[in-house]
């Protein structure tokens, strides 16, 4: 699968005004620009103070022209970047002259597929660095340099490698039907088979950790009005996000404010006071509460500590199902309580105004989620990536369980590879390529 080498252009940078901005052009013939663009000749690779020419000579802008010859360049083919001033217009009459020059406009994520399609980069590096652009958090960004690096991909091929290895032997045996189990029993087939198994539950339970940096976790507060939760929202927050007052049904709608822990972005949702209730604006608010129960990866329900667990709060409970429930005694201030968590960690005492408890509530909620820090090894994952190593690691496990009927292991092995094969672009249908690169900025 070969990148066309149609020529292609498109603004670099962010949109909007800046002291620099860039222009990039990237495909076939790219050296047939440089004159009419440029008036110079450009040595390869050198950065050269240059006037940029429309189609009468006149100096569009300034600035500095780079030409990579192929396939030393970020695509594998000839790039010419145009580095000048920031301003919407200025770039927008450079990026014209080069379509008038016969490049047509880049799209989405353009660049980035021509570089995986000419084998400079996989496409987990690939998808890395869009990751890298939308990092919400250092760490983040971090994490997605790793697998820019290649950190993430390499693990990958460790583990594919060693597939394949086995599979070589399992296959050379069909060969031999007489001599075959003995001659895996000697190999140590199964044992190699476990070791694999083995690492890749290692590579997934970091991929789950990449995963949770990219997206984050999405907690939604619940509970009885006046229990706190705009109040806890705000703590978290560390400003007044969400309207407090001593009014029962304040908060009518959801009100979503992005936070980071240790690095890993919540994205909390304030919801509307669970009650019964003849106004309609609070019927509508809270039935957008719980939908936003239903998609959410944990759900805080807030308790008055005052009161305790009573019939309405049990309910909520009951209707609870499905997602980690952890329950929050708030107003320890006022009942005379002091911070702790509960033995098995789904109950906690705090106050929200005074911020006793909050510590221990940030560390629940990052324990729920499964969070644990692994310092310089986090990389980036995505969600194809999670669903890919669950099923390659279905399909070892489908391995394991065919003993000694060897063509079933042999095929349940290709499978596995297969899967492994998707998540770094080896073998990825022109669908998914398509969605995942039309996800990318243009000019990039």
Partial sequence: MAASSEPIAAIATASG??????????????EHFIQPLTGKVLAPRHATYCHFLDAAGDRLDEGIALYFPAPNSFTGEQVLELQGHGGPQVLQGVLERCLELGARLAEPGEFSRRAFLNGKIDLVQ?????????????????????SLDGEFSRLINTV???????RMLVEA????????????????AWGKLAAIKARLELVLAQARQGSLLRDGLNVVLIGQPNVGKSSLLNRLAGYDAAIVTEIAGTTRDTVREAIQLRGVPLHIIDTAGLRDTDDLVEKLGIERTWAAADKADIAVLLIDAQHGVGPREAAMLSRLRGIPVLTVHNKIDLANGSPRVSADGM?????ARSGLGIDLLEKQLLQLAGWQATGEHTFI????????????????????ACGTQLEFLAEELR????????ITGEFTSDDLLGVIFSQFCIGK
């Avoid at 594919?160 to 086995?166: R, S, V």
């Fill in 17 to 30: 005004r800046g002291g620099i901005g860039v222009v990039r052009l990237s495909g076939g013939a790219i």
């Fill in 126 to 146: 690939a998808e890395a660095i869009a990751d890298l652009i939308d990092a919400s958090s250092r760490e983040a960004a971090r994490s997605a340099l790793r």
């Fill in 160 to 166: 594919k490698d060693a597939l394949i290895q086995l």
């Fill in 173 to 188: 045996t069909l060969d031999f039907p007489e001599e075959e189990i003995d001659f895996l029993q000697q190999a140590d």
């Fill in 347 to 351: 109950e906690l005492w705090l106050s």
């Fill in 381 to 400: 994952a995505r969600g194809r990536h999670i669903a890919a190593l669950k099923r390659a690691g279905g399909h070892l496990e489908a391995a394991e």
């Fill in 415 to 422: 499978l596995a590879q297969d899967a492994l094969s998707e």
